[in-house]
């Protein structure tokens, strides 16, 4: 059984925002081994946010850990995944594309190997579920889409390096026995949102806290169907555009911030 009920957790990516909600999450329950390609005590002392609403990742102490790894090279991927009982991969970069594909595709592969290589039992992968690509297969004008679609990233450089980083974590799935897990998410709001009366909220929102605690149930889920398994991480929004179902049934998982407040009518 793949199931990480306890032990340790190398986090790769913890610098950003998701893995500040991670850390806050995953913290009283495992032993935390907090890497990114900047050090975490630089990354909070400049305020390196993402946007102004992002979280800063916390600075733990022992028996936590935080180290600087660059997921580019697998020596470095490699030591970091030693002793480790789970493996979450954060990491991205959007906008060079040489440092796209060798962070987005390379790393997800030097992940994924030595992930493998060091006999984790499992592999929580992240990537982006673009709503809007702007060609005529991008499923803006579907509705009740769900997990398992096809995702078709067209030429945008942060989609297609993340897609074919996903399809490496797959095939290392299928060939060597590392269950995979790949959480996609799209928009992130804060849980304390002040209401703008008809300001209204995407399709494919979370909140930074909710996207944290999916990885906390992503870790402790039982055996899934297949080693490579993939699930919307979002709220579940009255118009079911991306169906959110499949996480709430095998990982028991569901949005806690609904965000009612931006599209609800007030009573009255």
Request: proline share 6%.
């Amino acid at each position: 059984m793949a199931t990480v009920a306890g032990g340790k957790v190398v986090i790769f990516g913890a610098g950003g925002p998701v893995g500040a909600a991670t850390i806050t999450a995953l913290k009283e329950h495992y032993t935390l081994r907090c890497t990114d390609a900047v050090a975490l005590d630089q990354i909070v002392a400049e305020e390196r946010r993402q946007s102004v609403t992002a979280p800063l990742p916390e600075l733990l102490d022992a028996p936590h850990e935080r180290t600087v790894v660059d997921v580019t090279s697998y020596d470095q991927v490699r030591a970091a995944c030693e002793g480790m009982d789970a493996a979450i991969n954060l990491t991205v970069l959007r906008h060079v594309l040489d440092k796209a594909f060798a962070v987005n595709t390379v790393g997800a592969y030097n992940v994924a190997k030595a992930a493998a290589d060091a006999g984790l039992r499992r592999l929580i992968h992240t990537g982006p579920f673009h709503t809007r690509m702007g060609h005529h297969a991008d499923h803006w004008l579907d509705h009740q889409v769900p997990d398992d679609v096809p995702l078709h990233p067209g030429d945008d450089l942060y989609a297609l390096s993340k897609y074919l980083g996903g399809h490496i974590t797959r095939v290392f799935a299928e060939e060597r026995g590392l269950e995979v897990l790949t959480f996609l998410f799209c928009g992130f709001r804060p849980r304390q949102i002040t209401p703008v009366k008809g300001g209204g909220v995407g399709p494919f929102t979370v909140s930074w806290e909710d996207s944290g605690e999916s990885f906390l149930y992503g870790l402790r889920a039982g055996d899934m169907p297949s080693p490579y398994e993939v699930f919307f991480i979002a709220a579940d929004t009255p118009d079911r555009k991306y169906r959110v179902d499949k996480a709430r049934r095998l990982l028991g998982w569901q949005a806690k911030d609904t965000f009612e407040a931006l599209y609800r009518r007030p009573a009255g």
